[in-house]
């Protein structure tokens, strides 16, 4: 009895003293060099201009998002083989390289949309509100600006507010069309940012993003050109707690109120 409680302590004796893998806070070279984290890609860009670095719960969606960019744009940019694929404390390049050709400016005149008594168009239809021609290429003076038209008929039912809601929600029918505010390319589309649900957004120029969030459908695909007041969606609740399109107008990146930026009703 006596010899089997001694092999007994014997060996608990050995796991506990077993050396953990922690860091020698005298220094000892060894063992630091046994806990060095991992060097993430893209670390000696932390804190630079242009450059973001991943924080938990991110996706590369959210992440070319707020930075008013094609997340296939930021997944170039980065070499990234898999755009799920990123990590916390990975710093991610998320504005054009240098010699990167800009994407041209658009510059449409907008007109208002017709009142709400309209017919709306039929399924698989595509409505283009009248575009009055572009501006001449060698006139600067807001060459990035953009003038939209209401992508929905609806009352507005949620007003924005930069802390809580980054855009406006406007009240409609499922099904009802889901228009372009302004000439662009489709740089999402699809149900990866959480809180959107189905989603579109378009990208008009350098400064200006729109998103189409909470859609039953989607009628466009990514990389596709579309026109001022093209039917790109038809309104839904998916991911939201009524039928309503919420939508964002972002410049560079950041949201600003759509109100300020659509014709007066």
């Not at 980054?166 to 069309?177: D, L, M, S």
Request: aromatic fraction near 6%.
């Amino acid at each position: 009895m006596v010899a089997s409680l001694t092999v007994m302590a014997g060996c608990s004796t050995r796991r506990v003293s077993s050396p953990a893998p922690v860091e020698d806070r005298a220094g000892g070279a060894h063992a630091a060099a046994a806990v060095d984290p991992k060097t993430l890609p893209g670390a000696e860009n932390a804190g630079k201009p242009g450059y973001y670095t991943v924080k938990p719960g991110d996706t590369l969606f959210r992440i070319a998002l707020e930075a008013g960019q094609s997340w296939r744009d930021v997944q170039a940019w980065n070499s990234l083989a898999n755009p799920n694929m990123i990590e916390v404390g990975q710093v991610l390049r998320v504005m054009p390289p240098a010699g990167t050709a800009p994407v041209p400016a658009t510059t449409v005149v907008g007109k208002p949309l017709p009142p709400a008594s309209a017919p709306a168009p039929g399924n698989g239809t595509t409505a283009v509100a009248p575009v009055a021609p572009a501006a001449p290429a060698a006139e600067p003076a807001g060459a990035e600006e953009v003038q939209f038209v209401w992508p929905a008929n609806g009352a507005v039912i949620a007003t924005f507010d930069e802390a809580r809601n980054k855009g406006i929600g406007i009240a409609g029918r499922v099904g009802e069309p889901v228009l372009a505010a302004a000439d662009g390319r489709v740089v999402y589309a699809g149900a990866g940012l959480r809180g959107y649900g189905n989603l579109i957004i378009l990208k008009h120029n350098n400064t200006y993003l729109t998103a189409y969030a909470h859609n039953q459908a989607l009628l466009v695909r990514e990389d596709q050109s579309v026109k001022q007041g093209q039917k790109i969606a038809e309104m839904g609740s998916s991911d939201a707690d009524r039928v309503k399109l919420h939508f964002e107008v972002r410049r560079q990146g950041k949201p600003v109120d759509p109100l300020g930026y659509l014709p007066k009703r």
